[in-house]
């Protein structure tokens, strides 16, 4: 019996049980509400991304030509006739479609947050192995288990995004980066990883930053250029590439700083009030974070993973601000940050640690929740109508403030709102309009112009193609 205690004792410290522990304990809370639709926050930025899958899985895969279901101009100031998507490298998209096409069951959007959840496994996993390189297995595990567990980046690593594939990337590039001699496989293998987060999005390039004593020495020049080559070249030919589709490029300039916001206390209050201390450090959490960052280390890989996500937040100013999922890329050194500071008070004081941080996943929590609420499920309700209404290969003007959620939910691609004269849209083939705002002026008007062929108290669909009165139109 005592020899049988000793075994469980031994099995339950050991660092690959816990961690095997926490990564399937931080798969289930990744599937509350894993059945959501497209329709809970920021589902307009994962409608965009799950419509580039749908297609891929109807037209098949093509990376160089993504496309997704708005055909209007308000997103690049273009006429966009066959919705190309030129924003991220569609590798997300890509093993999203191969999940979904291999194994079924599930619908496609639970497929999408499965895939995100998967992938935020691995990151955690490779996180674990950072922290236990650069200090202990205990940093390793405690900066897993932060990243697995904070409320914000359960959400956000559940969502239709390919900000946490980017995260993995980046993630485990500093890993083989710093696991391996400058020549070792694992420095080739960091380059391609590397690569493969600035095609999810450049602002990864922060995160070279760590690596920057050891590219910057002089007796590595040949090697440190190879490096930067392998890292840099895929994106430069991708927004090469992407150049040449500006009708599928988002406008973008605005995201650095479009609305000189960016050291103002506005941007203060924002990011490092309401963001980083509310909504991901439930403000109790700044406490371990603080001693976190005050920790004098002889390792100082942390300091720099901080700072590049200072240095990302400053960058992008406006888009941080404006959008709390860009801070999905900051939360890596949030989590070791906060493991580091928390060996630091077990050490000093239990009491005020334990309580900072169950008072910190409370109040996060607390934030979070309704983050997973879908607001405004008639637009999915209407959209299951519209598309059992309107044939497939119909292209609808569905406004909604511009935001693709409710366009998605039809399966049609089309015109999230009225981006010109209803006669010139019309003319880029557009076939119905339908909406759910029946007191519009755009809905009064066009519905006495146009032929109604369904009507509720929530809803109506009108053929832009059989008039009644043509006087009426004033667009």
Known sequence: MRNLFTLVKLVVKDEYFLLSIMLVFGMIVRLYKIDNPVADWHSWRQADTAAVSRNFVSDGINMLYPTYDDVSSIQSGIDNPTGIRMVEFPIYNAIHTTLFKTFGVYTLEKWGRLT??????????????????????????????????????????????????????????????????????????????????????????????????????????RSNLTFAFLAFTPFVLWRFWTGQHPEGIPFYEWAFNGDRIRFHPAWFRWLFGERIGILILGTWGLVPFAFGLMRKLKNKFNFYFVLSALSYLIIVATANVRHDYYQ?????????????????????????????????????????????????????????????????????????????????????????????SIDNIIERGADYYVSIDLGSSDTVNFSKRFKTIAKTDQYIILDLHKEISPKFDLK
Do not use: C
């Open 116 to 221: 995100t959840a998967f992938i935020t496994l691995l990151t955690a996993l490779f996180l674990y192995l950072l922290g236990k390189k650069h200090y202990s297995s205990k940093i390793g595990l405690l900066t897993a288990f932060f990243f697995l567990f904070l409320p914000f980046n359960i959400y956000f690593s559940r969502v239709i995004l390919p900000d946490p594939l980017g995260v993995l990337f980046m993630v485990s590039g500093l890993y083989f980066f710093t696991s391996t001699q400058i020549y070792g496989a694992g420095w080739f293998i960091s380059a391609i990883l590397f690569s493969l987060a600035l095609l999810q999005k450049p602002f990864f390039g922060v995160y070279l930053l760590p690596l920057l004593p050891e590219l910057l020495k002089k007796e590595k020049i």
């Open 328 to 420: 999905i890329l900051i939360i890596p050194p949030i989590a070791m940050t906060l493991a580091l500071g928390t060996t630091y008070l077990w050490k000093r004081s239990k009491i005020i640690l334990i309580l900072s941080l169950v008072t910190m996943f409370l109040i996060s929590w607390d934030r979070i929740k309704p983050f997973y609420q879908v607001n405004h499920y008639e637009i999915v309700t209407i959209g299951k109508i519209v598309d059992e209404t309107l044939p497939k290969d119909a292209k609808i003007v569905i406004p909604y403030n511009g935001d693709t959620a409710f366009l998605y939910q039809t399966k049609r691609k089309g015109w999230p709102a009225v981006d010109n």
